[in-house]
């Protein structure tokens, strides 16, 4: 693939990006901008890099980066500084922020919306699938892929006879972004469960003690073709 004529072609328009001039962009714009950025930086930094093993993967997230007009954004910079609203990555090697208060880059911070947690692709199996994402498409793109991932049974499975959920780890990694309990967690995804999950869940809800757990992630590249959005 990397000496394909379209990986060229892909070269030259990711050289382009040291001429986008953020701060004319909307947020609704810059989110859908640097979500489709990040998810082309993973597939550019998989074919320019390799793909990295689990040991090197916090190496790789901090060094695969663009130049995007005049600063340097690395996969991290641009999913816990921009799209998170500059938060700390879960890596317990992190700083409390991803961007100090002197970093020109805050200008461009988005506020933090769960949802682009189902946009960002890693490549993994148990990473959501690719898609496009536009201003004028975000917010039905990002209930669409919201939902679509809280109702694969990968992501989201229901015990009531155990009062027991369990949860992608997507949810571990990343659960103050969904509210400060497992209970705040479980509400928001049931916002865009299907109605014969959401009335199990209703159930469970009800109950004051609910255990939850996490499937085991799988970091092993996922094959299969980008699925379409249809918006």
């Known amino acids: 693939m990397g000496k394909s004529v379209e990986f060229k072609e892909f070269l030259k328009v990711s050289e382009s990006l040291c001429n986008v001039n953020l701060a004319k962009l909307s947020e609704e714009e810059r989110k859908a901008f640097f979500l489709n950025i990040y998810n082309a930086l993973v597939i550019h930094g998989y074919i320019a890099k390799g793909v990295p093993g689990l040991k090197d993967r916090l190496f790789f997230y901090q060094t695969t980066c663009y130049r995007i007009g005049p600063f340097v954004y690395s996969l991290d910079d641009i999913e816990h500084g921009i799209l998170r609203g500059n938060k700390s990555s879960p890596s317990f090697l992190s700083p409390s922020v991803t ?48 939902q679509a991932f809280c109702n694969s049974p990968d992501n989201f499975r229901i015990s009531l006879a155990e009062s027991k ?25 049931a916002g865009y469960l299907n109605e014969d999950v959401l009335s199990q869940l209703k159930i469970l809800l009800s109950n004051e003690d609910i255990r939850v757990s996490y499937f085991k992630y799988d970091w092993e590249l996922n094959g299969k073709k980008p699925k379409q959005l249809n918006l």
Do not use: M
Not at 116 to 130: D, M, Q, R, T, Y
Not at 165 to 189: M, P
């Open 165 to 189: 959920v369990e949860l992608s780890q997507i949810f571990n990694w990343y659960a103050k972004d969904f509210g400060s309990t497992n209970r705040d967690l479980l509400q928001f995804i």
């Open 99 to 146: 961007f100090s208060s002197s970093d020109p880059r805050l200008a461009y911070c988005c506020k933090l919306d769960p949802r682009i947690h189902f946009a960002l692709v890693c490549g993994a199996k148990s990473c959501p699938p690719i898609r496009l994402y536009s201003a004028s498409n975000l917010e039905r793109g990002l209930n669409l892929a919201t």
